[in-house]
């Protein structure tokens, strides 16, 4: 009985510290990235199924519609195609005004039918790992209600095309409305770091990754800044649209960039991931950021105004 009671212990002790389920995150991911999707290029059918999963689960979690739209659906035209970011919003109490970004891209590269054998760029790590962090986020912060800033979730289409649904959308905002913005890219492969590791792009541009640092601390957890100096990744992902109107967007990612074989291809599957891994750096996200979106601290703005290159 003594030993029943101390395994009953162990595994509530266990589950109470979990942040998140682990298990919601990987079957986020398993359908995202399933052949069903056809590999989500934007104004496919594929994005199409995508965007109608990523609209349920809002739906789901109770987040309103932004900006007095009708739907979750931010729609517009580019390049003579039908796109859509999904957006989700959950008000914040005393600093509701204030309003911080959650954002991953969703598309992906869709169908080479020019391919022999697997023709569907399926894209578990990019980016259905990030997208499965912001459903996380957004299904924790919905249950708890502890935000004091107002909260947006958005999955960005097109941004293989260009950043095109960012771009969009910083376009349709006021950005002093807007203290922060965490995109998170492909957290499915451990980081060069190391376990428990991700990184940070454009770290010194303002003070975002300072304060994560400082509430990981104590934790197993730790953000660098980015490694990848020569590949100009501030600028090839969806922060940049934010950061360039001067909000103080970052993206966080783990992906070992330099040695990643299934980066842009069809081997890019779930069962190449790090399960684990994901939901560490989904709980690391929520926990370095928590001081920001209670409302406590204020990240700078970007210190230099930014040209896209």
């Known amino acids: 009985m003594k030993k029943i ?167 349709t905002i006021q950005p002093e409305d807007y203290v922060a913005g965490i995109n998170i890219e492909m957290i499915g492969k451990e980081s060069p770091f190391g376990p428990n590791t991700a990184w940070l792009t454009g770290f010194n541009r303002t003070t975002f990754g300072q304060i994560v640092q400082k509430n990981l601390l104590g934790s197993e957890f730790q953000l660098f800044p980015d490694p990848y100096k020569d590949f100009d990744l501030f600028y090839r992902s969806d922060n940049a649209a934010l950061a360039k109107i001067g909000i103080p967007a970052h993206t966080i990612s783990t992906s070992p960039m330099d040695q990643d074989l299934d980066y842009h291809k069809v081997t890019d599957e779930f069962n190449t991931l790090n399960q684990h891994n994901i939901s560490k750096t989904i709980e690391a996200i929520i926990i370095g950021t928590r001081s920001i979106i209670m409302g406590k601290e204020t990240p700078s703005r970007p210190r230099v105004s930014m040209q896209m290159k």
Request: overall charge negative; charged content about 25%.
């Open 5 to 171: 009671l101390i395994l009953f212990l162990f595994l509530t002790g266990y589950l109470q510290s979990q942040i998140i389920s682990e298990e919601l995150v990987k079957s986020h991911i398993k359908i995202l990235s399933s052949d069903e999707m056809e590999g989500r290029k934007a104004g496919t059918a594929g994005i199409e199924k995508a965007a109608k999963y990523i609209e349920s689960e809002f739906e789901k979690m109770g987040l309103a519609k932004f900006s007095n739209n009708d739907s979750y659906r931010q729609n517009f035209k580019s390049q003579g195609l039908e796109l859509f970011n999904i957006v989700g919003f959950l008000e914040g109490k005393s600093k509701a005004k204030e309003i911080v970004v959650i954002s991953a891209h969703y598309d992906h590269l869709g169908i080479d039918q020019k391919l022999i054998g697997d023709k569907i760029f399926n894209g578990a790590n990019d980016n259905a790992s990030g997208v499965s962090g912001v459903l996380a986020i957004a299904d924790y912060y919905s249950k708890k209600r502890t935000n004091e800033r107002s909260l947006l979730f958005i999955a960005f289409t097109a941004e293989e095309m260009g950043l095109i649904g960012s771009n969009y959308f910083g376009t």
